[in-house]
């Protein structure tokens, strides 16, 4: 009895913390009565979760949708995957510095055909857009120059590196993620064509002891010290990087040293008025299921009823807490997602019921019922619910398997359909177990 208390009001105050997430960071409370009028502003409770916000997806916010494909003539087939995930890296530093919140850029490749989706929420200037993703990434090594003392305080990061050496992307032929195999640390290491071995060879013997700047879309990427000539058209940018900070320079490199060019082959405007509208009908068509799924559940299942609807309340809570926390980018399909799952939710407590039904008509004492009603209905509620996570996997395409969709939008339906059977599973066994344990009467 003492553990099932305890699980009980765990699962309250996991409720409770769910309601805090997804309480609006304001909301106006206006009311009248008689001659007196409450209008006010009220802040939610707890401001370090005001941070948690809903992520809406382009159908919802507006904005625009670009489809890109990737020009590999130029580019060798061993380095076409590389090149792809560099582009893809680069166009969101590019969207990032620009100042578009949750931008969806993804990669795409079928047969030959490879291919990059860039969705801007918010952005309502296609024109604009296009630029900021077409243009192809510049790459070019810069040397210091002297300032005067009278110029020193104003001088920016170009004024410093204005120096620029002709050593550029075309130059690289590649960066990579090694280890010194001294300290065992990650390093960034580059590799030049003839050409430009030449030059880093004439660029290294001037600059020693001093910093050598690196360029990305006339963006600061680096400015390593050169500490020594080097001749051999290979070098190693070493520092206090972690593996991902490496990862990412190198990845920035790699954008700048591959002559990889794209081509607009899609491009869609989507209002915000139309999400405005989407979002009110599918909450409006949501709502009034719940009310009939819950009003049916009452009715006919009585107090058992009841309890499957605080449970059902509760998941619903917690689903939207998960959304805001994670954040799940929310799409119309993505709601679709959820209200399909609530059903799901429904119908695990719909089968326990039904199996609790037929142990008491074996004349079972209705505690012994009720655990034998989950133990026995789990069973079909295991197999339904890893049937469909086994959809919901095929339908994200996490490996982005040509022979399978790899929309954005079934994407989002897929994450919150996934997202939602695991949370039902846990409402409908966990939390309707712990309610009925705690609520239980001798008769239903």
Not at 36 to 59: C, H, M, T, W, Y
Not at 306 to 324: C, R
Request: hydrophobic share 50%; with cysteine.
């Amino acid at each position: 009895m003492k553990n099932r208390r305890l699980l009980f009001w765990s699962i309250l105050l996991i409720a409770l913390v769910s309601l805090l997430i997804d309480l609006p960071t304001s909301y106006r409370l206006k009311f009248k009565i008689g001659s007196f009028n409450f209008d006010q502003e009220i802040s939610r409770p707890f401001a370090f979760l005001r941070r948690f916000k809903l992520v809406k997806g382009l159908d919802l916010a507006g904005g625009v949708h670009l489809m890109f494909r990737a020009k590999m003539e130029d580019v060798g087939q061993e380095d076409r995957d590389r090149a792809l995930i560099s582009l893809r890296d680069n166009i969101e530093r590019r969207v990032n510095l620009f100042g578009v919140s949750e931008a969806v850029i993804q990669t795409s490749r079928a047969a030959d055909q490879y291919r990059l989706i860039v969705e801007l929420p918010g952005v309502v200037d296609v024109e604009e857009a296009i630029d900021l993703v077409g243009k192809t990434a510049q790459l070019d090594f810069r040397e210091s120059v002297e300032i005067p003392p009278e110029a020193t305080e104003s001088a920016t990061i170009y004024d410093l590196f204005a120096g620029k050496t002709g050593l550029t992307g075309a130059h690289l032929v590649r960066g990579e993620v090694q280890f010194n195999p001294n300290t065992g640390k990650p390093e960034v290491g580059l590799e030049f064509n003839e050409e430009g071995k030449k030059l880093f060879g004439e660029i290294t013997k001037r600059n020693v002891e001093k910093p050598l700047a690196i360029f990305l879309d006339g963006l600061l990427v680096s400015a390593p010290q050169v500490k020594e000539p080097i001749t051999d058209g290979k070098a190693a940018i070493s520092g206090e990087f972690d593996l991902r900070q490496a990862k990412s320079l190198v990845s920035q490199l790699n954008a700048g040293s591959l002559p990889v060019s794209i081509e607009l082959i899609e491009r869609r405007q989507v209002g915000p008025t139309l999400g405005e509208e989407s979002v009110q009908k599918s909450m409006r068509a949501g709502l009034v299921g719940l009310a009939i799924v819950a009003l049916f559940m009452a009715i006919y299942y009585r107090w058992l009823g009841i309890l499957a609807d605080v449970g059902l309340v509760i998941y619903a809570l917690i689903s939207l807490a998960v959304y805001k926390l994670i954040p799940v980018t929310l799409t119309l399909p993505g709601l679709t997602g959820f209200l399909l799952s609530v059903g799901m939710a429904v119908d695990s407590n719909i089968l326990i019921f039904e199996r609790m039904k037929e142990e008491l008509k074996q004349g079972k004492p209705w505690n012994v019922a009720m655990e034998l009603g989950f133990g026995r209905a789990w069973d079909s509620i295991r197999d339904a619910n890893v049937c469909t996570l086994i959809i919901c996997f095929l339908l994200f395409n996490p490996f982005d398997w040509g022979f399978l969709n790899n929309s954005a939008m079934v994407r989002g339906f897929a994450v919150t359909l996934f997202l939602g059977v695991f949370i039902s599973m846990f409402t409908g066994i966990i939390v309707a177990r712990t309610l009925l344990r705690v609520f239980a009467r001798k008769k239903a």
